[in-house]
């Protein structure tokens, strides 16, 4: 900014927030708890060649960006800009004449980091390090995702998570991560506490770094949900997933899809599910694997009477009419398991018709006959009677219960409808949902 340009003069707002901070840093940061109400009318275009302008940010900011705005201004010691968090929301926000200078800036630009496709690149992933090692902040959510992260930033990002216990999920997918990525998040993963949730999908995996990242998973307590899928983990990375499957007690839900494991792969996974408890859902979706891997696979679980598998996904996988009697009996001891396959060979089109009837019909015809509501119906299923059912044992009760004969297909479908997507189904969508 020139020296001979004037600033825009404060407002009262921002005058009390500066008053403010040479007194206490409780009251520096209590502004953003109320905020009053602005106009949304875009303000007029100005120039300068160092004063922030944001457009075309369509609702970037959340409640967590304005969390991280003022953990930010704390960090690098300033004062919050109270025009900036009252429009952060805005699909405009010029900040021409606020006088940032290069620290306010800096504080804006981290609040942006938690943004996916951002192309933040090695200086992003230092920023975002040193604001998690302050272990101040209570963000729980990371969503960085498509941000050109190298193996560079993959050390500079696991120092941080190595000791934090905060950040509960975080999204590192569709960055340029390669083996030696792997080893750093490998390395995190064995010290980590606190992540429950880590995507590391379309990144550049492939058996060193699916070694690594398995070697960190043996030890690890905490992480329900791991999604690798589109890597290169091959035969044997898939070997080390299986071993991690017989030791780890935490994975829930793991995704694997499109990682280049053939039938001997999908072996070592087998004996890694013969005595695991934990996993409810893993997703072998675009493997090279054929019916042998499948039958592998299922009869793993069968003999694992412990198994809390919920959903197996193996559909791009044609199977027998033989493939399915055997996946009967494995569905007569567990019966909240789903197995997700392509088709059935030789089956013909009017055969798979016949076995496929909408479930809300048949369900509302019983519900009209009785006088209930479908929802009633579906309470009653619950020992509970509350709206929410965890869907493994949703799916367990709609095939023991006899009012409504229904396959698995048709089951499969029905939960669809009342997914939470969060391991939970929730009767009360159906009433949001479209006849």
């Known amino acids: 900014m020139d020296d001979e340009e004037p600033l825009e003069p404060e407002t009262q707002d921002e005058t009390e927030t500066v008053a403010a901070s040479e007194n206490s840093d409780e009251t520096l940061y209590c502004e953003a708890e109320a ?52 429009n952060m929301e805005e699909s ?61 930033a993959a050390e500079l990002l696991s120092q941080a998570l190595s000791s934090d216990y905060r950040i509960k999920s975080l999204d590192l997918s569709h960055n340029q991560f390669s083996d030696k990525g792997g080893e750093h998040l490998g390395q995190m993963l064995a010290l980590n506490v606190g992540l429950q949730s880590l995507d590391l999908s379309w990144n550049h995996f492939y058996t060193r770094g699916a070694v690594a990242l398995c070697n960190g998973l043996r030890t690890n307590v905490t992480l329900k949900k791991l999604d690798v899928s589109m890597n290169g983990f091959g035969n044997e990375g898939a070997t080390a997933l299986g071993d991690v499957l017989r030791l780890n007690n935490s ?8 990682n280049d494991i053939s039938n001997e792969g999908v072996s070592k996974i087998s004996r890694g599910l013969e005595l695991n408890d934990s996993l409810k859902v893993l997703k072998l979706f675009l493997n090279p694997m054929s019916m042998d891997g499948a039958v592998l696979l299922i009869l793993s679980i069968k003999r694992n009477p412990k198994s809390s ?47 496929w009837t909408n479930p809300m019909k048949l369900i509302q015809s019983y519900a009209d006959q009785h006088k209930i509501t479908v ?61």
């Open 92 to 152: 405009y926000v010029n900040l021409n004449h606020h006088g940032l200078g290069p620290r306010g800036t800096k504080a804006i630009a981290i609040a942006l980091v938690n943004l996916s496709d951002n192309d933040l690149g090695l200086e992003g992933a230092r920023i975002i390090s040193e604001f998690l090692q302050r272990n101040t902040s209570s963000l729980s959510n990371l969503q960085l995702s498509g941000n050109n992260f190298k193996d560079e």
């Open 35 to 86: 905020t009053p109400a602005v106009e949304k009318e875009k303000p007029t275009h100005e120039s300068s060649e160092t004063d922030l302008e944001m457009e075309d940010t369509e609702k970037f900011f959340t409640t967590g960006q304005k969390e991280l705005y003022l953990e930010a201004c704390k960090l690098v010691g300033v004062v919050p800009v109270s025009y900036f968090i009252r």
């Open 251 to 258: 994975l829930a839900y793991l995704d694997v899809s499109g």
């Open 309 to 355: 598998m919920e959903e197996l996904d193996i559909s791009n996988v044609l199977v027998s009419e033989q493939f399915v009697k055997t996946l009967d009996g494995v569905y007569a001891v567990h019966p909240q398991l789903d197995v997700v396959y392509k088709a059935v060979q030789g089956l013909s089109a009017k055969k798979a018709v016949l076995l």
């Open 375 to 435: 929802v009633d119906f579906l309470k009653n299923l619950n020992p509970t009677r509350t709206m929410r059912m965890p869907v493994g044992e949703f799916r367990k009760a709609m095939v023991q219960q006899k009012q409504v004969p229904l396959n698995r297909s048709q089951i499969r479908e029905l939960i669809k409808k009342i997914d939470e997507k969060t391991g939970m189904v929730n009767f009360s969508l159906l009433k949001m949902a479209k006849p």
